[in-house]
């Protein structure tokens, strides 16, 4: 047994004895070379989501597949942050991904942008959360977001770093563009109750009324929009953003962090973010730093799914991971006191509230990078024991609910006798988290490439980041 698969073992078996369950509960950790090539084809796979699914003439990437959808600007993000790192591993060629991602970038920085209702695809910077696959056109009726934007942007400013050669045309202009369209984005229009900044804009309506504020995804949004050359939002909104803070701080099964339910708010930051070892004035308070903070987050939730408040069928150190995903219907079923839900953010606490036993892959694979001890056997463990139900294509399908098993009608997924229900689709912003985050884990790619941009590093500083890498030299 390698030290790393001793070290999987022990901490397993902690987490296990923390809850009060026998230790011989816990599989055996996977043969380590058998482990890295199966993350050498999830990763693969996962990445052909995004190079198969994606509309070449536009560079819009559905939110769904194979149920055919509109496309997510979000996922849009992932794309261009796959792209590269498909490179990277070989998948396809550098000059394939650059071409990729600059009809990407040419839509976004020549589509229409007006506050008209109909026939724009964004305003101020901003663009519409879903958008018509063939068009590029707003989706029905729905919000301008400032979040799925600073996704995008992600994306975005990731292949601006990453092609860097000077002599190369096509990558000159991808810097050009990826600049451009990042300079556009006005921060300031999009903070009416400044310093924070609203959720999204809707043509007919205005502002939505809520603006971002506590521990979630949208941390991401002020390190952008800080970090701003054109129009920033003032250093003040990060003391806003973090000012809840405290009423989410507190131990749970076992560990001490700050708490957001669901996991995808623990990860969606640290996909370009390298947070490890550098801190805002809050976790300098804390004694700890985001990446420590998420890496407790996992434990915490493969500790609940040991405990396993709600009953769940097969929760236990390898069956774990509750974020938004998909689930398999609307409905309170009263034989089991369970009220399950279609699509909705799932999560950890003390009595199990926001569980409905579905699992969703992206949540623990994801988490990958802060806990490959406890995420690797899980990884593993899911496709020995369910692949032939949760795996296919594109690797993982969204989720699974092995306590559904009732014969009603269902908006999507199936059941699957002595099984359970399982969705039909793969979600692009679940695809990217889990393509990304594996390459983290492997080799640091998306930190490294991001420490070296200028605007997210000013996004960190004016939010009073320091320490670690922040310390080095910039380019």
């Known amino acids: 047994m390698t030290r790393s698969t001793q070290l999987a073992a022990a901490l397993v078996a902690t987490a296990l004895a923390a809850c009060g369950t026998n230790h011989a509960e816990a599989p055996p950790p996977p043969d380590s070379t058998q482990a890295a090539g199966f993350l050498d084809t999830l990763e693969e796979r996962t990445f052909h989501y995004f190079w198969n699914l994606t509309n070449t003439a536009n560079g819009l990437t559905p939110d769904r597949s194979p149920t055919q959808s509109f496309s997510s600007i979000a996922a849009v993000g992932f794309a261009l942050t796959a792209y590269p790192i498909g490179a990277e ?4 060629s550098r000059a394939a991904a650059r071409d990729r991602v600059l009809s990407t970038l ?13 026939g724009a695809t964004g305003y101020h910077g901003f663009f519409y959360h879903f958008l018509d696959m063939s068009t590029g056109k707003r989706y029905q009726t729905v919000e301008l977001s400032t979040i799925d934007t600073a996704l995008l942007l992600a994306g975005v400013l990731f292949c601006q770093s990453y092609f860097d050669n000077t002599s190369d045309s096509t990558e000159t202009t991808i810097r050009r563009l990826a600049d451009s369209i990042y300079r556009r984005t006005d921060w300031q229009w999009a903070a009416p109750h400044a310093p924070l900044v609203a959720l999204g804009w809707h043509p007919d309506s205005g502002f939505i009324k809520y603006d971002w504020r506590g521990y979630n995804e949208a941390m991401l949004v002020y390190l952008l929009a800080l970090g701003s050359p054109t129009f920033p939002v003032e250093p003040d909104a990060w003391t806003e953003w973090t000012s809840t803070y405290d009423q989410h701080w507190g131990k749970l099964f076992g560990q001490e962090f700050l708490r957001f339910p669901p996991l995808f708010g623990h990860q969606y930051p640290h996909i370009w973010t390298d947070f490890r070892g550098i801190r805002d004035a809050y976790m300098q308070r804390r004694g700890i730093d985001y990446f420590e903070n998420s890496r407790r987050a996992v434990y915490a939730q493969q500790a609940y799914a040991v405990a396993n408040p709600r009953r769940c069928r097969d929760y236990g150190a390898t069956i774990f991971g509750l974020t938004a995903s998909d689930g398999p219907a609307d409905v309170e079923l009263s034989d089991n006191g369970l009220t399950f839900y279609t699509y909705t953010a799932r999560g950890i606490d003390a009595t199990g509230t926001h569980d409905d036993c579905t699992v969703a892959p992206t949540a623990v694979v994801a988490s990958i990078a802060f806990a490959p001890e406890l995420v690797i056997p899980a990884t593993v463990e899911m496709r020995r024991r369910y692949g ?11 989720a699974f609910n092995r306590t559904f098993t009732f014969n009603i009608t269902l908006r999507h997924g199936h059941v699957i006798r002595d099984f359970g229900w399982v969705a039909d689709d793969y979600l692009g912003i679940d695809q990217g988290p889990i393509f990304a985050m594996i390459e983290n884990h492997r080799s640091a790619l998306v930190w490294r490439v991001m420490r070296k941009n200028a605007y997210l590093r000013r996004g960190l500083e004016r939010a009073g980041f320091s320490g670690g890498w922040l310390a080095e030299p910039g380019d």
């Open 89 to 92: 591993r070989g998948y396809v």
């Open 106 to 118: 040419q839509f976004f920085w020549t589509t229409t942008e007006d506050s008209s209702a109909n």
């Open 388 to 398: 032939k139900h949760i795996y296919a294509k594109y690797g993982f399908l969204d």
